[in-house]
């Protein structure tokens, strides 16, 4: 039985750096975070893409 996890932003986003993280998909975070351009006002979380990031910010 697949668990349905929540983001804390309170959407189903399996691709958000707190999904990966939970999960311990090691290699696709690696992935999304190989040149971070984003950071997570929540969790501080880096990444490429906002899309990745529940509250995502510009890194300046």
Same mark, same amino acid.
């Given at each position: 039985? =697949?668990?349905?996890?929540? *983001? @804390? *932003?309170?959407?189903?986003?399996? &691709?958000?750096? *707190?999904?990966?993280?939970?999960?311990?998909?090691? =290699? /696709?975070? =690696?992935?999304?975070? @190989?040149?971070?351009?984003?950071?997570?006002?929540? !969790? &501080?979380? =880096? &990444?490429? *893409?906002? /899309?990745?990031? !529940? &509250?995502?910010?510009?890194?300046?």
């Amino acid at each position: 039985m =697949e668990k349905n996890i929540q *983001c @804390s *932003c309170q959407g189903n986003h399996h &691709a958000h750096m *707190c999904m990966l993280k939970s999960s311990g998909n090691r =290699e /696709e975070i =690696e992935k999304i975070t @190989s040149d971070p351009k984003f950071y997570c006002f929540t !969790c &501080a979380a =880096e &990444a490429n *893409c906002a /899309e990745n990031l !529940c &509250a995502p910010a510009p890194i300046q």
